[in-house]
């Protein structure tokens, strides 16, 4: 939720609020399929990606999609997948919206 909020401070657009929420959830979850899909090592590689990610300027950089489809498509050739933080942010989500 915190992440969340934090990106909608930064954007109108849900895309870019959505993948800054994501990221910041790779980096501070230890995502236990992530860790089934590629072990420490591919947890590690992943929160290393995201990191990056945020600190390269996140959505607020210019090529942030560009850059997002290649970790992405990094993830997919490792077979990582952030399920478990893909799931914390649906909830996030779910909340958000019905909690008005």
Not at 33 to 50: I, M, P, S, T
Not at 60 to 69: F, G, L, S, T, Y
Not at 75 to 96: H, K, N, V, W, Y
Request: aromatic fraction near 6%; proline fraction near 2%; charge should be negative.
């Amino acid at each position: 939720m915190p992440a969340l909020a934090e990106a909608r401070r930064r954007s109108a657009d849900e895309e870019a609020c959505r993948v800054h929420a994501l990221m910041a959830l790779i980096v501070g979850v230890d995502d236990t399929n992530l860790l089934y899909r590629g072990g420490a090592e591919g947890l590690a590689f992943a929160q290393r990606q995201a990191r990056a990610f945020l600190d390269a300027g996140g959505v607020d950089a210019a090529d942030w999609r560009e850059r997002a489809i290649k970790i992405h498509h990094a993830f997919t050739a490792r077979r990582l997948s952030p399920g478990g933080c893909a799931d914390l942010l649906a909830m996030a989500l779910f909340i958000e919206t019905n909690a008005l």
